[in-house]
């Protein structure tokens, strides 16, 4: 039996990823802040796999589970932080109910203009970062 491939979703606004997850548009186009509480979206579909352009710092608690990020495998049983830079791959796996916690995003339009933009790649914890999202 062949195994189904499922091609990632892709978002190149923040406006259309809150649009998938429930959430209103965000204020202003390039940066927001969400709440996870009030993820109201079907997120099953994009736990198989997303590709966001945009940068996406997460706070979280009371997270269970183990999210695959690449190869591997990561326990956040206890929550914490995730950094993750544009068009990285995530996908989340055994979801085993709702999660707390904030999530900034940050297109790199936002930047442009800034010494960070020339210096953002020097942050070691954009370079491989998992996450997962929550229902």
Do not use: W
């Amino acid at each position: 039996m062949k195994k189904k491939i499922h091609t990632p979703y892709v978002f190149h606004a923040i406006a259309a990823l809150n649009k998938a997850l429930g959430m209103p548009e965000p204020k202003h186009p390039l940066i927001t802040v969400n709440d996870y509480k009030d993820i109201s979206g079907d997120v099953s579909d994009l736990e198989k796999g997303m590709v966001m352009d945009f940068y996406k710092i997460s706070y979280k608690k009371a997270l269970s589970g183990k999210i695959r990020y690449g190869q591997d495998y990561y326990d956040f049983q206890n929550g914490g932080l995730s950094f993750m830079s544009p068009h990285q791959l995530i996908a989340g796996e055994e979801r085993n109910g709702n999660c707390e916690g904030f999530t900034l995003l940050i297109h790199p339009d936002f930047l442009n203009g800034y010494a960070l933009v020339k210096n953002i790649r020097n942050y070691g914890f954009f370079l491989t970062a998992p996450t997962k999202l929550c229902s």
